[in-house]
């Protein structure tokens, strides 16, 4: 399914309110307008902002995203010991899943600079990288994999039922998870 049109000009040749939010040529029809470094400008949405403001690899602000990324990871997990997973399953996976989402973020910005703006990209980019470990890291990608579906479960599920009986699990596996992805950033030079 292509792109829906959306004229660039209007009859009075003034160009259309909607594409001039969308960055549309006035003489080109849908083209976007192009940066001189390629990238579509107007296009919109949150994507944009956080592209920009990332990072690229060999800079010294990757070192600071990651240990920022860790340090929230790490502040998750700390709220999650103080609650009951077994009484509050959904927000305990919920947290927990985000303290390894946070992590996960760390490592792929330590190693490659950048990281996915999607869950699912970041679930996929990661377990990549835990197949190229090996050994223990492939049961963390599993884990991060796990937490994910849980953490849907728990968010938008009508009832919790048998959260409670995971949620445990789920933390411990979290708590885990932090430290391998602290660890692989450690051993990560910047």
Do not use: W
Request: hydrophobic fraction near 40%; aromatic fraction near 4%; include cysteine.
């Amino acid at each position: 399914m292509g792109r829906r049109r959306i004229p660039a000009r209007r009859r009075d040749g003034a160009r259309s309110d909607r594409a001039r939010r969308r960055g549309l040529r006035p003489d080109r029809g849908q083209r976007p307008i192009h940066s001189a470094g390629g990238r579509a400008l107007g296009r919109g949405g949150r994507g944009d902002e956080l592209r920009a403001a990332r990072p690229r690899r060999g800079h010294s602000g990757v070192r600071d995203e990651a240990d920022r990324r860790l340090a929230k990871a790490r502040r998750l997990l700390d709220q999650i010991v103080r609650l009951d997973a077994t009484l509050l399953p959904e927000p305990v996976i919920h947290a927990a899943y985000y303290a390894m989402f946070h992590a996960a973020t760390a490592v792929l910005v330590a190693r490659e600079g950048a990281a996915p703006t999607t869950h699912s990209a970041l679930i996929g980019r990661f377990s990549q990288l835990a197949r190229a470990e090996g050994g223990t890291a492939r049961d963390h990608g599993r884990a991060l994999n796990r937490a994910f579906d849980l953490r849907l479960a728990a968010d938008y599920g009508a009832e919790p039922a048998g959260l409670a009986d995971v949620a445990p699990e789920v933390v411990r596996d979290a708590d885990a998870f932090v430290r391998f992805c602290a660890e692989l950033c450690k051993n990560e030079t910047p």
